[in-house]
């Protein structure tokens, strides 16, 4: 009876600002202007599909390279002393301290036509190099905001690894490389999937990174709905768009759990 009374306050704002919002998001998804029933509203998201497409495309390429990238780091600052760990976490988590916002202008002027890296190429003869204005300049921007992301969880599964299934493995004839893909690499799985969701999910669902790294044929599906929404274009169209995102992430994320569930049965076997 105490843990329930204690648990009221956190249900109270999981109420409000979660399952209100939410509830509203679906009944203006399902409604017109006039507040009647309607399936019109999803009907004409369902022609943004290749804006969709596109958007879960950049995230899972976001995600690839923020494996790829992020793995190596986590691995090294598991591997660290202690007092190496905490200045290289330190180091990870510092630019999230920053304003999003912030960290995306930042890159802009690093990248553009004119900016810092151009402006040095410059000195040499080359360039400007597009950089820009592109789908690469749009994945970059999502690796660069969201990469710490990947390394947290990974080093929070790495670091607890015990070392004595590596001497084990070794002492069995295992080199380096078999290792890693037979003893690390399984057992860091669910870091992985966990990086993979938590990378995945703010990616597909950005807009601010497009609009400022990205041209018009790079737009993502967070662009149409924050477009719907700003002006009041069509409030109705916005909320049916969301709802089909919002329904994308849940996927996603019941299937990174189950894979995280899959993975734990066999390594209890």
Do not use: H
């Not at 802009?108 to 890296?117: N, Q």
């Not at 970059?140 to 590596?166: A, E, H």
């Not at 109705?236 to 992430?249: D, H, K, P, R, Y």
């Amino acid at each position: 009876m105490k843990s329930k009374f204690l648990a009221g306050p956190y249900i109270a704002w999981m109420a409000i600002f979660t399952v209100v919002p939410l509830a509203m998001v679906a009944y203006f998804a399902f409604t017109d202007n006039s507040g009647a029933f309607t399936l019109d509203n999803l009907a004409y998201a369902a022609e943004y599909w290749p804006v969709l497409l596109r958007s879960v495309l950049y995230a899972v390429a976001a995600c690839a390279i923020c494996l790829v990238v992020g793995y190596p780091v986590a691995y090294v600052i598991a591997q660290s002393t202690q007092r190496t760990q905490r200045v290289l976490y330190l180091l990870v988590t510092l630019p999230m301290c920053m304003s999003f916002l912030l960290r995306t202008l930042a890159l802009v002027s690093l990248v553009r036509d004119t900016g810092i890296i151009n402006s040095f190429l410059g000195l040499f003869g080359i360039g400007p190099l597009p950089l820009i204005r592109n789908s690469g300049s749009v994945i970059m921007g999502m690796v660069y905001n969201y990469l710490p992301y990947m390394i947290m969880p990974l080093y929070t599964v790495i670091v607890k690894l015990d070392p004595r299934l590596i001497e084990a493995a070794q002492d069995l004839g295992c080199d380096n490389v078999q290792t890693f893909r037979r003893v690390i690499l399984p057992l860091s799985v669910p870091g992985i999937v966990s990086g993979i969701t938590m990378v995945f999910v703010p990616a597909v669902s950005t807009f601010y990174i497009s609009q400022k790294l990205g041209a018009t044929e790079n737009i993502m599906v967070g662009d149409i709905i924050e477009t719907q929404f700003k002006g009041s274009l069509n409030r109705n169209l916005g909320a049916a768009m969301s709802l089909i995102l919002m329904l994308l992430v849940f996927i996603s994320i019941g299937l990174m759990n189950r894979f995280t569930d899959d993975d734990e049965e066999v390594a209890t076997i």
